[in-house]
């Protein structure tokens, strides 16, 4: 256990249902990066915060896709209009510098 | 473009033996690298990381060797264990912006065989 949390473990939705997912990073770091992980590849980058501030979108942040850190600790990423496309992990990761510590994901299936 | 990839996808080892798992980036700006853990069901857990400025970093059973000049990067496992089964992956911090966003290969799944 890496101390960072993340919620649901698990979330099954209907194509066109939004999404919500929550990242409680460990609460000394300031740094918060989610990444998307398909089967059978390494994570990919989403998106950084630091402190409150988004600092990086990945091109892979379509529209449909919002993520706030609104006070500088926990962070939700949301998805609307889910596709089967988003079924993925989606990953949070929290740093105080260079490494990164990372949550044990959210697993999403649209069916 | 900026990616990081590993030789083999699947490395089988026997008990007791030592792995190698190899990863080579491409990025030449990539100031410092990471190796991640990965089992079934679970987020990536930190094995050893290097910067750029030295060449080799060892840890408990693990040592990471870094060279620049073929932007090769390797893991070594002592004594594998049942217990070290899972995937492994490289990652390559590129500097850029200095975000420090992580830039990963696609893995290679180590089996222990008893």
């Known amino acids: 256990d890496t101390g960072v949390s993340q919620d649901p473990r698990h979330k099954i939705t209907k194509r066109g249902q939004n999404v919500t997912f929550r990242c409680d990073p460990i609460?000394?770091?300031?740094?918060l990066y989610w990444y998307r992980q398909t089967l059978g590849q390494g994570p990919e980058f989403l998106t950084y915060f630091q402190n409150e501030a988004q600092l990086e979108k990945s091109r892979l942040l379509s529209d449909r896709f919002s993520a706030e850190r609104p006070k500088g600790s926990f962070s939700t990423l949301e998805i609307q209009r889910t596709e089967q496309g988003d079924s993925a992990m989606y990953l949070c990761?929290?740093?105080?510098?260079?490494?990164?510590?990372f949550g044990p994901g959210t697993r999403l299936t649209v069916t | 473009g900026e990616s990081v990839g590993l030789h083999l996808p699947t490395l089988s080892v026997q008990e007791g033996d030592n792995s190698i798992i190899n990863c080579a980036y491409s990025n030449s700006a990539s100031d410092y690298f990471i190796w991640y853990k990965q089992e079934s069901g679970k987020g990536p857990q930190f094995i050893i990381d290097i910067r750029s400025n030295m060449d080799k970093r060892q840890g408990q059973r693990v040592t990471v060797l870094l060279n620049k000049t073929v932007k090769h990067l390797s893991l070594q496992i002592a004594a594998t264990q049942p217990g070290d089964s899972a995937v492994y992956f490289c990652?390559?911090?590129?500097?850029?912006?200095?975000?420090?966003?992580?830039?990963f290969g696609q893995g290679t799944t180590l089996q222990v065989k008893p």
């Open positions: 609460s000394e770091h300031n740094r």
């Open positions: 990652a390559e911090n590129t500097g850029s912006g200095n975000t420090g966003k992580l830039i």
């Open positions: 990761a929290s740093s105080p510098g260079q490494q990164q510590y």
